[in-house]
């Protein structure tokens, strides 16, 4: 019946929930290793104007990630088991001659303050360090020409073209205790992690070109057309097509208008093709449609106003009976009264992704100071508006994307099949008792959207000390300020699901600024920099933006530099963080 089988007397069973606050502080220590080689040659081709240069490189970066505080579960369940939860205990092991000690043992009802007075060598049998390693190689080759074709009456038409060749190899090797395959241990706290072992290469091709439309007419100075094309064709079998055209139009001396389109693509990384099954604390488990309490949240689930509910209770009676269930499972018993609570998730890649598309759109000026005055003559402007929107993007799919698609709740499959058409009721296993759902497979797919828009406004100004009537102070003074205005951030509420503008909400502030200070003599220069992010608003429980909640305050960091230029060394030294200023916590329902 799914109720408790209450048990009385000294073997009765119980459970005693702490935390183990005598055990250090659980994190992660990360050492990174990288280097880089690299070698070019450049020169003349022979051929007019025409330049050549061709390089080769390879580099590599390690890191390995240090799990510090964690505790064995085996060994943790063998101190508890011992007689006085594991007082003056010696435990060796029948395979091997490994031995712990315990002189205090774990007793959770003899503490001091609510904690347990823990000996240093049962916290030594407790702690369980692991290492992670993880390595990117990438070899390079690449050979660009460039250089002029002919002339037109606005002048000449010039040309790059290139070709390259790359490959990346990259591999993750999990530390042997959290493999998905470390059955009988594991650190508490964690999941199974898969190995990652993939290698990508691609030959790209590429050509650009500058045409000048007109030049020297009544209000038009300038007009030029820039044209750009790229074909990237991978070891994982897609040609990938990139192409832009960009438009400079230059009216007057101090004045340029620019605008243009830009096709971009991303293809998937070896981890997004290439991990194995892997289970994840950081994906949801979402709100499972056969139980009858999600009707807020999903309300074509398991509530009386379904319509089509009668399906979808067969839908989950069959999938239960599917893992053992025999028509007998606490669900089948009470379906209209049942509350299902879904448990952990795995995902893994997929070879079969395609490569993110986003289109780019653009349109702004760059000013230049018309003014001859010393103080004025170095000061240029940009302001730029842009508008992104990506298709395809890689994500992983969430346990809500499958169950929803599986039960019907996005019309995926309308006669509730357990075998429907995009198989996403096979990625679902559940207890053939309760009837509640065990485990969740997904997987990284080409599902996700989103867009943005904004303008960016960029000023650089600068001027000689003497301008500023210091004339015994050498040197210049600099002053570059860069902003964004966020105009919308719509991205997806839940994965695969429609779009929502976050523009003003916890991350996506609608106002971030950069002003650098400078000042340069000589072969010295000194900056200071402010960087300025506007507060945001938080997110509701049903991760909307919402007014009831306080995201990120305002925040301002100041960072400083010192930097020196000698021959062919140049010489650096950076305080990020001056003023030690501690990071704003942002409000969640």
């Known amino acids: 019946t799914g109720d408790t089988f209450k048990i009385c007397g000294p073997n009765s069973p119980w459970r005693v929930a702490t935390q183990m606050g005598f055990l250090p502080p659980r994190g992660t220590e990360n050492t990174v290793t990288n280097y880089q080689l690299f070698a070019g040659l450049k020169g003349d081709l022979g051929l007019s104007d025409w330049t050549w240069d061709a390089y080769i490189s390879q580099g590599e970066s390690r890191t390995l990630t240090e799990y510090v505080g964690y505790v064995s579960s085996a060994n943790y369940y063998a101190i508890m088991s011992a007689p006085n939860y594991g007082k003056g205990s010696s435990i060796t092991s029948s395979v091997s001659n490994k031995t712990f000690t315990c002189t205090s ?38 050979l660009n020409l460039q250089g002029g074709l002919f002339e037109l009456p606005a002048g000449q038409v010039r040309s790059a073209v290139g070709v390259s060749w790359r490959k990346n190899s990259y591999y993750f090797r999990p530390d042997s205790i959290r493999e998905t395959e470390s059955v009988f241990d594991g650190p508490m ?36 057309l820039e044209l750009g094309f790229r074909n990237s064709s991978y070891s994982t079998g897609q040609d990938v097509p990139t192409y832009k055209a960009q438009l400079s139009w230059q009216p007057i001396d101090w004045v340029r208008f620019r605008g243009g389109y830009n096709r971009a693509e991303r293809t998937p990384n070896i981890p997004e093709l290439y991990t194995l099954p892997t289970t994840s604390s950081q994906l949801t488990t979402g709100a499972d449609p056969c139980s009858t309490t999600n009707g807020a949240t999903l309300p074509n689930s398991n509530v009386a106003t379904n319509p089509n509910r009668a399906a979808l209770q067969a839908l989950c009676g069959a999938q239960i009976n599917l893992y053992g269930g025999n028509s007998a499972s606490n669900f089948h018993l009470s379906p209209n009264n049942i509350t299902l609570v879904p448990a ?14 986003g289109d780019t759109w653009t349109a702004g ?75 969740t497979s997904t997987k990284y797919a080409n599902i996700g959207e989103n867009s943005v828009k904004g303008i960016d406004v960029a000023v650089r100004w600068s001027a000689a000390m003497a301008d500023l009537g210091l004339e015994s102070v050498p040197g210049t003074l600099s002053l570059n300020l860069g902003t964004n205005f966020l105009l919308e951030q719509n991205q997806p509420v839940t994965v695969g699901g429609a779009l929502q503008d976050y523009a003003g909400y916890v991350g996506a502030s609608k106002i971030r600024a950069n002003t650098v200070l400078g000042y340069n003599v000589n072969e010295n220069r000194f900056s200071l920099t402010w960087l300025y992010r506007l507060g945001t608003r938080g997110l509701g429980g049903d991760n909307r933006p919402t007014t009831l909640f306080a995201g990120y305050p305002t925040g301002n960091q100041f960072n400083l530099s010192a930097g020196r230029k000698m021959d062919k060394l140049d010489v650096s030294v950076n305080v990020s963080n001056l003023l030690n200023t501690k990071p704003g916590r942002a409000g969640y329902a």
């Open 105 to 142: 043992g774990l007793n959770p009802f003899a503490s001091v303050s609510g904690q347990p007075q823990v000996s240093q060598d049962c916290i030594n049998a407790l702690v369980s360090n692991q290492a992670d390693k993880q390595a990117m190689q990438q070899y390079e080759s690449q």
């Open 189 to 224: 706290g964690q999941f199974g992690v898969a190995n990652i072992d993939g290698t990508v290469s691609v030959k790209e091709v590429y050509g650009e070109l500058l045409v000048p439309l007109l030049k020297d007419l009544p209000g038009v100075q300038n007009l030029e």
């Open 365 to 439: 000026l760059v000013l230049q100071s018309p003014f001859d005055h010393a103080l004025l003559q170095r000061t240029t402007m940009t302001i730029d508006w842009y508008s992104i929107r990506i298709k395809d993007a890689i994500t992983v799919q969430s346990a809500q994307f499958v169950l929803n698609a599986c039960f019907n709740q996005d019309g995926t499959n309308p006669t509730y099949a357990l075998n429907d058409p995009g198989g996403y009721c096979s990625l679902i296993v559940r207890d053939a008792i309760s009837g509640a759902v065990t485990s």
């Open 344 to 357: 952990v998730v795995t995902f893994r890649g997929d070879p079969g992704l395609k490569s993110e598309k």
